[in-house]
């Protein structure tokens, strides 16, 4: 067999706005969609188009940014419409998510499909699937798993939380060893997982066993919005972070790198675009940046449009879509290896190790004060972002799929 005969494609929620099943649809490998309730479903098409914006909740209006691919057959996609509606009422008043219900329910329908030897089940769930995808398995369906996270993310949370115990919740220890071992289960069970990082393909491989197949997929992105503002001057030195500020993608260290460059009187000044709650811009590890909050989507292209330079000093990060953004703005990135392997360190940017602020505010002050450097730098980040299209990413994930029917044990697909 050449290829899959089709993949169904388990998504709860629009991650990357189902550019999964876009893919599979355009390449005529799509058997069906399993999601919760979209843009596209009659109940929100008619809501958008009888009440005025403001008065739909908040809740409700999110919904609106979960479009199907344009060309997507509505025959092809199978929702949990009424689970989801209760979903997001029970999010309104406070009691719940009810997200797993919806999931729940999604599984139970595909399992009831006639699927069998030869067809493929791609899933984006992190494990609460791992029964079902075991009898799928057993049926002769061929399961690819997504990883999303890195399985030693709570590892490393917890070691951010002896750092900073007072930003948050301890994670529980117990919690994480038992997600860790069936993390090991669904990576035995799947024929394939997809990883889009070497960051994360290492710790896959060292809690996954020895015969597991990976293939490594990066993400792709449409970056036309992204690409320039030229009625935008950039300010020489503004650094840019943008994305939840917490323990996960080292904020602390970002603050602390911002408080050294302005004891030395630096003109660096950091900029951090998203939510953050008020028990955390209080705490005095967190001092230091300008903090904006979350603004608008439409408006984040123009803060990179202002700024000088990227920072994402992250502990934990399966690939990092901001920086993808923040070159296609021609950005100069400062990151960490514990991300996606997007930036060359000294081309479009700097590498710097994880809990570091001595180095980060080092290259963030050697980015500000060279001008040929950051240059040189935003063009190569403009070119290197061209990289992570949505033709790219659609080449990448089709070759790995297709590949199912090959011998590839424990070798990674490139």
């Known amino acids: 067999m050449d290829r899959p005969r089709k993949v169904s494609v388990i998504q709860p929620g629009a991650r990357l706005h189902y550019a999964m099943p876009r893919v599979f649809a355009e390449a005529g490998l799509l058997e069906r969609l399993y999601t919760d309730l979209h843009a596209d479903h009659i109940w929100l098409r008619g809501m958008e188009a009888i009440l005025p914006a403001r008065a739909i909740p908040k809740a409700v209006r999110r919904l609106f940014g979960r479009r199907l691919p344009a060309g997507l057959?509505?025959?092809?996609?199978?929702?949990?419409?009424?689970?989801?509606?209760?979903?997001?009422?029970?999010?309104?008043?406070?009691?719940?998510?009810?997200?797993s219900r919806v999931t729940e329910g999604l599984l139970r329908d595909l399992e009831a499909a006639p699927l069998g030897e030869g067809d493929v089940v791609y899933t984006v769930i992190v494990n609460e699937d791992l029964e079902v995808m075991q009898r799928l398995k057993d049926r002769g369906v061929k399961i690819v798993h997504e990883c999303i996270l890195g399985p030693d993310v709570g590892l490393l949370l917890l070691e951010e939380h002896s750092r900073f115990p007072d930003l948050g919740p301890a994670p529980d220890k117990s919690e994480i060893e038992q997600g860790r071992a069936r993390d090991a289960r669904k990576y035995a069970v799947a024929d394939l997982t997809l990883v889009p990082s070497v960051f994360t393909e290492t710790a896959v491989r060292e809690l996954a066993p020895k015969e597991v197949c990976v293939a490594r997929v990066p993400y792709g992105f449409s970056l036309d919005s992204f690409s320039g503002r030229p009625d935008v001057e950039a300010e020489q030195g503004r650094a840019l972070a943008v994305g939840s500020v917490g323990r996960r993608k080292g904020h602390p260290d970002l603050a602390a790198a911002a408080r050294l460059l302005a004891a030395r009187g630096s003109h660096v000044h950091?900029?951090?675009?998203?939510?953050?709650?008020?028990?955390?811009?209080?705490?005095?590890?967190?001092?230091?940046?300008?903090?904006?909050?979350?603004?608008?989507?439409?408006?984040?292209?123009?803060?990179?449009?202002?700024?000088?330079?990227?920072?994402?000093?992250?502990?934990?990060?399966?690939?990092?879509?901001?920086i993808v953004e923040a070159m296609a703005a021609g950005l100069p990135v400062i990151t960490t290896p514990n991300c996606g392997d997007i930036v060359r360190d000294g081309i479009d940017g700097f590498i710097v190790p994880i809990r570091d602020p001595e180095t980060l505010a080092a290259r963030m002050e050697e980015l500000s004060e060279d001008r040929g450097m950051r240059a040189q730098m935003s063009a190569a980040a403009r070119e290197r972002a061209m990289e992570f299209s949505q033709e790219a990413y659609a080449k990448r994930l089709l070759h790995a799929v297709r590949a199912l029917d090959a011998t590839f044990q424990n070798k990674v697909i490139g």
């Open 73 to 99: 057959p509505r025959s092809l996609v199978h929702d949990r419409a009424l689970e989801s509606v209760l979903r997001t009422a029970g999010e309104m008043v406070g009691v719940g998510s009810g997200q």
């Open 270 to 322: 950091v900029r951090v675009v998203g939510p953050v709650e008020d028990t955390v811009l209080r705490h005095p590890a967190m001092c230091g940046p300008t903090y904006v909050g979350q603004v608008p989507r439409s408006l984040v292209a123009n803060e990179y449009a202002k700024a000088d330079f990227f920072v994402l000093p992250t502990i934990c990060d399966s690939f990092g879509i901001v």
